[in-house]
T-cell receptor, first 112, second 115 residues
Framework: GNSVTQMEGPVTLSEEAFLTINCTYTATGYPSLFWYVQYPGEGLQLLLKATKADDKGSNKGFEATYRKETTSFHLEKGSVQVSDSAVYFCALQDQAGTALIFGKGTTLSVSS | GAVVSQHPSWVICKSGTSVKIECRSLDFQATTMFWYRQFPKQSLMLMATSNEGSKATYEQGVEKDKFLINHASLTLSTLTVTSAHPEDSSFYIC???????????FGPGTRLTVT
């Protein structure tokens, strides 16, 4: 079945450091891939998405590229801020548009 | 746009009682809504898929008689936890998918505590 694996956290960085959160997936066909962010005490917000191979999703300085050859969708940001501290979830949705399948989440903590 | 609300945001109930949680899409119509459950420091687990005007589809291991889902309109789905027990305490999150689109938009979640 479909599944998502993302790196274990927590990830602790200093402000302006480079961020990478790894995400790999297992799926048949051509799923859509997403990154969601959950700030403390809040619901999930869509951060970025990519719907086909080699697509790059980007938002708020975050980027992720859909790599079919490595079945990956790693999240990157060149310079993190304290306000980026949150839990990040990688997710996939199959071609039929059914419910999202989430990774376990990675907690990011950024200190000034 | 694409705002989803949940009500209540938190609720405390006694063991054996029932609790209803509402999920509303405020500015779009949603043929399909999803209900997830999130345990502390864990990921979201899909409980059921709710389609307007038809019965919900439950994931394996989710008791449909305990978690009643109703999707009576294109903007409202409800989850009723019947005969709640302490082990039902969790964070329940709904999402709504605009008709004809793939993206899902999430509600802020409902924290249920059963004493």
């Amino acid at each position: 079945g479909n599944s998502v694996t993302q790196m274990e956290g927590p990830v602790t960085l200093s402000e302006e450091a480079f961020l990478t959160i790894n995400c790999t997936y297992t799926a048949t066909g051509y799923p859509s891939l997403f990154w969601y962010v959950q700030y403390p005490g809040e619901g999930l917000q869509l951060l970025l998405k990519a719907t086909k191979a080699d697509d790059k999703g980007s938002n708020k300085g975050f980027e992720a590229t859909y790599r079919k050859e490595t079945t990956s969708f790693h999240l990157e940001k060149g310079s993190v801020q304290v306000s980026d501290s949150a839990v990040y979830f990688c997710a996939l949705q199959d071609q039929a548009g059914t419910a999202l399948i989430f990774g376990k989440g990675t907690t990011l903590s950024v200190s000034s | 746009g694409a705002v989803v609300s949940q009500h209540p945001s938190w609720v405390i109930c006694k063991s054996g009682t029932s609790v209803k949680i509402e999920c509303r899409s405020l500015d779009f119509q949603a043929t399909t809504m999803f209900w997830y459950r999130q345990f502390p420091k864990q990921s979201l687990m899909l409980m059921a898929t709710s389609n307007e005007g038809s019965k919900a589809t439950y994931e394996q291991g989710v008791e449909k008689d305990k978690f009643l889902i109703n999707h009576a309109s294109l903007t409202l789905s409800t989850l009723t936890v019947t005969s709640a027990h302490p082990e039902d305490s969790s964070f329940y999150i709904c999402s709504a998918r605009p008709s004809g689109r793939l993206e899902q938009y999430f509600g802020p979640g409902t924290r249920l505590t059963v004493t």
